[in-house]
């Protein structure tokens, strides 16, 4: 009978112990989602290139340029330099790796208007450059038809051998020498006739003074 | 006989026993429910820095910061990122043009009642197949979490 008794108390002891615990461990939790936010991600954009120079030597054109850095520093990823107008349309030759050159060697005479444009990643491509037109019959002759922008990029030629974009004459007085028009004009696809392109007032030339134009416009590819 | 097999002090404990445990088991309390908070107050917050400048190849960091507008603490236990919608036409918010990255944080992350925490951050990466049509392009981030209320 003790026993059972002790039995029965410790039964009602550990129960009452069980009761009076399970107060503190049976909380319970829940879950709160936040309230969905927007980040917001801005790109940046390709910037435009400046000072696009071109030089000859034999039937190769050598272009260089400025160097053009994103808006936070970062530079881009190459140039394209780019014939809008003349024999050929299309990517002259490309530069990456940070060089600021390239040469392009025409299977044809080296003549036509050519405008850069930076490059990032494989497929962003920036605004095209002021036009640059070189002229055959003119080696060494830098030729900078940019719009607004008159100034020669180049001092090799200076001297009055630098004729710039609407202005005359003076590479139009030594190119009808030199200067074969075996190009037409209406063959030139693009506004350049065979006649030097800057030389306004050159008959057969009359597009000539908006090559820059149209090569800053029209940088089809 | 049947008198025998159940003495009264066995009952008598048994019968003890078991009120005691009812008695317990109606103690129990679950948890209250969330307080209620005014309806001006922000339930968990979260609130992601702007990321800018991106371009082919750039990777940037957008920090998180957590509110708990509760009056008891909060456990929060995931954070993530997701690409939603651009602002040009032509640039499709996909992972071809904009990638989130996991997030870089020590979670589970306990933010005091009423309290706010830096969280961390995920990154944004622009691989450098992005389309040219997404220059000068705001992508929009979805971001969400979750938490647990804490113990008390």
């Not at chain 1, 129960?15 to 790109?43: C, E, K």
């Not at chain 1, 930076?118 to 037109?133: D, E, H, M």
């Not at chain 1, 055959?136 to 051998?161: F, K, Q």
């Not at chain 2, 020590?106 to 450098?128: N, S, W």
Request: with cysteine; hydrophobic share 35%.
């Amino acid at each position: 009978m003790k026993r059972r008794t002790a039995v029965s108390l410790m039964v009602t002891i550990v129960g009452g112990a069980i009761a009076a615990g399970s107060g503190l461990t049976a909380w319970a939790t829940w879950a709160v989602s936040a309230t969905p936010v927007q980040g917001l991600a801005q790109t940046g954009q390709l910037p435009g290139v400046e000072n696009l120079a071109v030089r000859a030597n034999g039937k190769k054109l050598t272009f260089s340029w400025n160097e053009a850095r994103f808006a936070s520093g970062a530079a881009v990823g190459g140039y394209r330099v780019v014939a809008t107008a003349g024999a050929f349309l299309g990517t002259a030759c490309e530069a990456t790796g940070g060089s600021l050159t390239c040469v392009y060697t025409p299977s044809g005479r080296p003549e036509g208007t050519f405008v850069v444009r930076a490059l990032a990643g494989s497929k962003w491509i920036g605004p095209a450059s002021a036009a640059v037109t070189y002229a055959p019959g003119n080696e060494n002759l830098v030729l900078d038809a940019a719009v607004g922008a008159a100034e020669p990029t180049s001092t090799a030629t200076t001297g009055g051998s630098k004729p710039k974009a609407k202005s005359t004459p003076k590479a139009t007085e030594t190119a009808p020498t030199t200067a074969p028009t075996g190009t037409s004009p209406t063959a030139a696809t693009g506004t350049t006739p065979g006649q030097p392109t800057v030389s306004p007032g050159t008959a057969g030339s009359t597009p000539t003074e908006t090559a820059g134009t149209a090569g800053t416009t029209a940088p089809a590819e | 006989m049947r008198s025998d097999r159940f003495p009264r002090g066995r009952r008598w404990g048994a019968g003890a026993a078991a009120v005691l445990l009812c008695l317990g088991t109606a103690s129990v309390r679950q948890a209250p429910a969330p307080e209620p908070v005014s309806r001006d107050t922000a339930t968990f917050g979260l609130r992601a820095t702007p990321v800018n400048g991106l371009y082919p190849g750039a990777v940037r960091r957008s920090r998180v910061t957590v509110t708990n507008p509760y009056p008891y603490p909060i456990s929060v236990r995931s954070i993530g990122a997701r690409v939603d919608s651009t602002s040009r036409r032509g640039c499709r918010p996909s992972a071809r043009n904009l990638r989130v990255g996991r997030f870089h944080g020590r979670l589970p992350l306990t933010i005091p009642a009423r309290g706010r925490a830096d969280a961390g951050a995920f990154e944004v990466q622009m691989p450098g197949s992005v389309d040219d049509a997404c220059q000068r392009a705001t992508f929009r981030l979805a971001v969400s979490g979750s938490a647990r209320t804490v113990n008390r």
